[in-house]
């Protein structure tokens, strides 16, 4: 559709409006859209080659490529920041694995663990979270919505193998409908951050659960909390508060998305607009998040002596009593009830709490030794995939 000359042109005119006004404000004008802007620059500087630049293309089939394209960065950017999140967990979950605390079911104390294990937790569902992530870039990357045109592609003999090639692409889209229909992409990517925003949301609320006055099982950083403007007495968890609150939006972004699209007939629809400030907005938001909960991860500390002390509570280790007389060859439904009518008001020592999280055997348990072996693996992991 270009001679050789016109393509150089193009590229080259291409190149100073870029120099000229990337990363600045949007220019006045009367155009439409910033399609229609960019044509009109190209025209100006080289005449009917910018005339030429939209043919075989809609807004429609630009609009969807380059939300595909920014889909891919986010999902790059993301990879990152959750990377350094991961490291920043996985080196705390082996400073702290010997540090003995009582985990919860229903909110109750269950059993004993330690920090570290507890911190292990987010480090290896984010470690999921980002090669889920990867994965996606791999399956988005298979299929390239430009050429699709409006709606039914173009009469002229465009050959789309080899814009998606130039962009990176492994192949055209098979169908262009579908193409300038749907925002799958998105609808994905928001849909990770949502699931992201759920681990960011408890590990907030574990650690304001943490800091209450009563357990006090946390050194609660200062330079993430204020203290009360009229109580001399308290120091207020802010960050970790406002990222449990700030998680809300990105939960909802994803709901919000899926009912944009709701009902929605065949073929670009305007209300598909509504999406592109919702995924860039709750993008920069999620980084935000993880960028923030990394620094509070790394000055995060905890009260050895608070732990023990409420480790002692609850019988957290009647568990490992009951199992202590399977291993001798009672059965364990037999052990569960022994137990069970035996249980001591007399708190377990600190020695016998940690020799209880020594003695966990099972791949994933919470040993320290298995705490770290994991934190290790994932580390390895993260080196092997940046």
């Known amino acids: 559709m270009l001679t050789a000359d016109e393509h150089t ?5 291409l190149t100073q409006i870029a120099a000229d006004h990337l990363d600045r404000p949007c220019p006045d004008s009367d155009a439409e859209d910033l399609h229609t802007w960019i044509e009109g620059v190209l025209t100006a ?22 939300l595909v394209m920014y889909a891919l960065s986010a999902n790059e ?37 330690t920090v570290g294990y507890w911190a292990l937790r987010f480090a290896a569902s984010l470690a999921r979270i980002r090669a889920h992530l990867a994965f996606l870039a791999d399956h988005w990357r298979s299929a390239c919505p430009l050429g699709s045109a ?12 080899i814009q998606s090639a130039n962009l990176g692409f492994t192949a055209p889209s098979l169908s262009a409908l579908a193409s300038t229909s749907a925002r799958d992409e998105c609808l994905e990517l928001l849909a990770v951050l949502a699931q992201i925003a759920l681990y ?56 919000h998305a899926l009912t944009l699209l ?7 629809n305007r209300d ?45 280790d009647a568990t490992a009593r009951m199992e202590a007389q399977v291993a001798a060859g009672t059965p364990l439904r037999e052990a569960h009830h022994a137990v069970a009518e035996t249980l001591s008001t007399a708190p377990a020592t600190p020695e016998a709490l940690t020799a209880i999280v020594h003695a966990y055997r ?22 092997r995939t940046e």
């Open 77 to 113: 950017r993301l990879q990152s920041r959750l990377a350094q999140l991961i490291t920043a967990l996985c080196s705390r979950a082996k400073s702290w694995s010997d540090l003995v605390m009582p985990l919860q079911t229903h909110q109750q104390f269950a059993a004993p663990g």
């Open 262 to 268: 709701k009902g929605l007939p065949s073929g670009y």
């Open 45 to 66: 500087l080289v005449g009917d080659a910018g005339r030429r630049i939209h043919t075989a293309r809609s807004r429609n089939d630009q609009v969807a490529t380059l």
């Open 272 to 316: 598909l607009q509504g999406i592109k400030p919702l995924l860039r907005d709750t993008v920069e938001k999620t980084l935000n998040a993880c960028e923030l909960l990394t620094a509070f991860v790394a000055a995060l500390d905890f009260s050895a002596e608070h732990l023990l002390a409420s480790a002692r509570l609850g019988n957290i």
């Open 150 to 161: 409006a709606v039914a592609g173009s009469t002229l003999p465009v050959d789309r193998r």
């Open 200 to 255: 960011l949301q408890a590990f907030a609320a574990d650690v304001i659960a943490f800091s209450q006055t009563p357990l006090a099982w946390t050194k609660y950083p200062p330079q993430f909390g204020t203290g009360s403007s009229m109580m001399p007495n308290k120091t207020n968890p802010d960050a970790m508060e406002l990222l449990r609150g700030d998680a809300c939006a990105i939960l909802t972004a994803h709901a």
């Open 9 to 13: 042109d193009l590229a080259r005119a």
């Open 362 to 383: 099972t791949i994933g348990s919470a040993s320290p030794a298995e705490t770290r072996r994991v934190a290790d693996e994932l580390l390895a992991q993260l080196a």
